[in-house]
């Protein structure tokens, strides 16, 4: 397949997996064994979680958060963000409560992607400080309570499979390559 004019995250992404679509395209490590994902079965899951959060009203521009280590479904929600036409806010795992609600309510997240039950607690810490209407969407399920709506992402992966085909002709038609991708808070300098 001839290779697109690329502009975009989201285009690039496309574009790498109708060209590598069986080939590999992430190893991560689950417990103690490695796992793989072809750029097809990526995609897949990329467009259930892209269409997860539309439907939990993230519309494009809004921001959405990931309080989370290095895994999986780092690379998978902000995949999934862009394909949202979203605005990813990274945030460094190791920050404290109050720095991570501070980037969250800063930024104006709609929503926030949580690793697990540390980076929960984070959330609880300080959930009266975070906006009432915040989405919380675990990766792993956790007892931890919180005012605000969770969901678990494992939910929106076993969907059945949605029609993305229209989400994906929006992104690569209105990406704009000029437009805002991901607010990153660095440390600041001394």
């Known amino acids: ?49 892209a269409l997860g959060l539309i439907e939990a009203g993230v519309r494009p521009g809004d921001r959405v958060a990931q309080l989370s280590e290095n895994r999986y479904e780092w690379i998978l929600a902000d995949l999934a963000i862009q394909l949202a036409q979203a605005i990813h806010v990274p945030i460094h795992a190791p920050l404290s409560s109050a720095q991570v609600q501070f980037q969250i309510t800063h930024s104006g997240a709609k929503a926030v992607f949580v690793s697990g039950a540390e980076q929960i607690s984070k959330l609880a810490a300080t959930s009266d400080k975070l906006p009432s209407d915040l989405l919380v969407i675990r990766y792993e399920a956790s007892d931890i309570e919180l005012p605000q709506t969770q969901v678990d992402l494992q939910d929106w992966l076993s969907r059945a499979a949605g029609d993305a085909t229209a989400l994906e002709q929006a992104a690569m038609d209105e990406a704009d390559s000029k437009a805002l991708a991901t607010i990153l808070y660095t440390s600041g300098t001394t």
Request: aromatic letters at 8%; hydrophobic letters at 45%; glycine letters at 0%.
């Open 1 to 49: 397949m001839a290779q697109m004019n690329v502009e975009t995250i989201i285009q690039l992404f496309i574009n790498r997996v109708s060209m590598s679509h069986d080939q590999p395209a992430i190893h991560f490590k689950v417990s103690d064994s490695f796992e793989s994902r072809t750029w097809s079965e990526l995609a897949v899951d990329v467009r259930q979680v």
